[in-house]
C-alpha cells in the first residue's frame, strides 16, 4: 500500500528538480521601445537599436517635455511613435493601439517628431551631396559611363486625402487622384541632395524646376557638372534629357547611359516609400503632408549615411510628362558635344 506521505515527497523533489534544468524566463520593459533586439525595432521603427538612439541624440533638445508631470512621454517614447507611423502608415488610432496610448497623444508626438526633423532638412539634405563633388560624378560614371554627373532629378506624387477648399482641384493629378507632387534630386547612392515639397498634384515636374532655387544655382554656373531628367523636362546646359527619336548609334548608346543612370531616382524613390509606408497615403492636409515627406527624407538620408538595412524595393516608375518648355538651344548643344565626345 502507498504512502501518501511519501507520494507528496516525490512529488515536491520532482518540482524542485524541474525548476533547477529549467531556463529563467526574461520579460522585458514593454514600456521601454528599446528593450528589444535589433530585427523587432527594424520591422516596426525601420532603425536599428543603435540608430534610435542616435534619433533620441539629435532630436531630444526639440522634443523633450518641459516638464515630468502627467506622466510625459520620455524622448524615445516620442521618437517610437514617429518611426512606427512613418514605417506603417496605419490609422493614428492603431499607433496608439499598438504603443498603449491615447490617438491625441499619438498625434501630438508625430507632429512634434516631423517638425524637428523638418528642422535638420539642411544638414542632412545638401545639394550636390554630403561627398566631394569628383566622387559623386565617379560614382555616376561607374554605372553607365555616363560623365559630369552630379544628381538625378525626377518627381513623384504622394497621395493625400481629398484636401477641402476652393483649391481642392489643384491637388488632382493627370492619374485623377489628390497628391502633392515633390521634386527630388539623388546621388548615385540613392541618398537626396535636394527635395521641394510644396506643389500640388496637377503642377507639371518641368514647372516644378523652373521655379525651384536649384536651377537658379545651377543657371548661375554655381556647380560644375549636370543633371539627369527624363523627357518631360526641357534639355538645358546643366539638365541633360534623353533623344525623343534617337537617329544615330551614338544617340542610341546615349540614351541607354543616360537611362541605367537616371534610374537612381526611381530606385531612390521606391526605397523611400519602402522605408516609410506612410507615403503611399498620407490622411492629412496638404501643409501637413509636405513637412511629413521632408521628414521622411530627412530620415532616409540618415539611415543611408548611418548603413541601416535597406528594405526590399520596388521601383517607383511612372510615365513621363510630355514637354512642355521647349529644349534650350544651348542645351541641344551640349547634349549633341556629349554624344560626340563620349558615345
Same mark, same amino acid.
Given at each position: 500500500m502507498a504512502c501518501p506521505f511519501i507520494d507528496d515527497v516525490m512529488d515536491e523533489?520532482?518540482?524542485i528538480l524541474r525548476r533547477a534544468f529549467r531556463r529563467e524566463r526574461f520579460f522585458r520593459d514593454r514600456s521601454d521601445p528599446l528593450a528589444f533586439d535589433d530585427s523587432h525595432l527594424y520591422e516596426r521603427y525601420r532603425f536599428c537599436g543603435d540608430g534610435i538612439r542616435f534619433l533620441c541624440r539629435l532630436l531630444g533638445p526639440k522634443i523633450q517635455h518641459r516638464t515630468t508631470q502627467n506622466h510625459a512621454l520620455t524622448i524615445p517614447q516620442t521618437v517610437c511613435i514617429g518611426l512606427r507611423f @512613418?514605417?506603417?502608415?496605419? /490609422?493614428?488610432?492603431?499607433?496608439g493601439d499598438a504603443e498603449n496610448l491615447s490617438k491625441a497623444t499619438v498625434c501630438r508626438s508625430i507632429r512634434q517628431m516631423y517638425l524637428a526633423l523638418k528642422g535638420f532638412l539642411n544638414i542632412f539634405i545638401t545639394f550636390p551631396g554630403h561627398k566631394r563633388t569628383c @566622387?559623386?560624378?565617379?560614382? /555616376?560614371?561607374?554605372?553607365?559611363g555616363f560623365p559630369n554627373v552630379i544628381g538625378a532629378l525626377d518627381c513623384t506624387h504622394i497621395r493625400i486625402k481629398h484636401p477641402s477648399g476652393v483649391h481642392e482641384g489643384d491637388f488632382v493629378n493627370r492619374k485623377s487622384y489628390h497628391s502633392i507632387n515633390v521634386q527630388m534630386i539623388c546621388d548615385a547612392d540613392c541618398t537626396f541632395s535636394n527635395v521641394e515639397a510644396k506643389w500640388?498634384?496637377?503642377v507639371h515636374d518641368s514647372r516644378v524646376f523652373r521655379a525651384s532655387t536649384?536651377?537658379?544655382r545651377l543657371s548661375q554656373g554655381e556647380y560644375a557638372g549636370v543633371l539627369l531628367g527624363d523627357k518631360g523636362y526641357a534639355c538645358q546646359p546643366f539638365l541633360l534629357t534623353p533623344f525623343a527619336d534617337p537617329q544615330t548609334a551614338a544617340q542610341h548608346t546615349y540614351n541607354l547611359a543616360h537611362a541605367r543612370s537616371r534610374a537612381r531616382i526611381e530606385m531612390a524613390f521606391g526605397l523611400l516609400k519602402s522605408r516609410f509606408q506612410c507615403l503611399h497615403h498620407l490622411r492629412v492636409t496638404p501643409e501637413r503632408a509636405c513637412d511629413i515627406t521632408v521628414a521622411?527624407?530627412?530620415l532616409h538620408n540618415i539611415a543611408c549615411l548611418r548603413k541601416e538595412r535597406a528594405p526590399?524595393?520596388?521601383l517607383d516608375m511612372d510615365w513621363d510628362n510630355e514637354a512642355i518648355f521647349p529644349d534650350n538651344v544651348n542645351?541641344?548643344?551640349?547634349?549633341d558635344q556629349y554624344v560626340a565626345n563620349y558615345f
Amino acid at each position: 500500500m502507498a504512502c501518501p506521505f511519501i507520494d507528496d515527497v516525490m512529488d515536491e523533489e520532482a518540482l524542485i528538480l524541474r525548476r533547477a534544468f529549467r531556463r529563467e524566463r526574461f520579460f522585458r520593459d514593454r514600456s521601454d521601445p528599446l528593450a528589444f533586439d535589433d530585427s523587432h525595432l527594424y520591422e516596426r521603427y525601420r532603425f536599428c537599436g543603435d540608430g534610435i538612439r542616435f534619433l533620441c541624440r539629435l532630436l531630444g533638445p526639440k522634443i523633450q517635455h518641459r516638464t515630468t508631470q502627467n506622466h510625459a512621454l520620455t524622448i524615445p517614447q516620442t521618437v517610437c511613435i514617429g518611426l512606427r507611423f @512613418f514605417a506603417s502608415g496605419i /490609422f493614428l488610432y492603431a499607433v496608439g493601439d499598438a504603443e498603449n496610448l491615447s490617438k491625441a497623444t499619438v498625434c501630438r508626438s508625430i507632429r512634434q517628431m516631423y517638425l524637428a526633423l523638418k528642422g535638420f532638412l539642411n544638414i542632412f539634405i545638401t545639394f550636390p551631396g554630403h561627398k566631394r563633388t569628383c @566622387f559623386i560624378k565617379e560614382e /555616376f560614371y561607374k554605372i553607365a559611363g555616363f560623365p559630369n554627373v552630379i544628381g538625378a532629378l525626377d518627381c513623384t506624387h504622394i497621395r493625400i486625402k481629398h484636401p477641402s477648399g476652393v483649391h481642392e482641384g489643384d491637388f488632382v493629378n493627370r492619374k485623377s487622384y489628390h497628391s502633392i507632387n515633390v521634386q527630388m534630386i539623388c546621388d548615385a547612392d540613392c541618398t537626396f541632395s535636394n527635395v521641394e515639397a510644396k506643389w500640388p498634384g496637377s503642377v507639371h515636374d518641368s514647372r516644378v524646376f523652373r521655379a525651384s532655387t536649384i536651377l537658379q544655382r545651377l543657371s548661375q554656373g554655381e556647380y560644375a557638372g549636370v543633371l539627369l531628367g527624363d523627357k518631360g523636362y526641357a534639355c538645358q546646359p546643366f539638365l541633360l534629357t534623353p533623344f525623343a527619336d534617337p537617329q544615330t548609334a551614338a544617340q542610341h548608346t546615349y540614351n541607354l547611359a543616360h537611362a541605367r543612370s537616371r534610374a537612381r531616382i526611381e530606385m531612390a524613390f521606391g526605397l523611400l516609400k519602402s522605408r516609410f509606408q506612410c507615403l503611399h497615403h498620407l490622411r492629412v492636409t496638404p501643409e501637413r503632408a509636405c513637412d511629413i515627406t521632408v521628414a521622411c527624407t530627412v530620415l532616409h538620408n540618415i539611415a543611408c549615411l548611418r548603413k541601416e538595412r535597406a528594405p526590399r524595393v520596388a521601383l517607383d516608375m511612372d510615365w513621363d510628362n510630355e514637354a512642355i518648355f521647349p529644349d534650350n538651344v544651348n542645351g541641344r548643344l551640349v547634349r549633341d558635344q556629349y554624344v560626340a565626345n563620349y558615345f
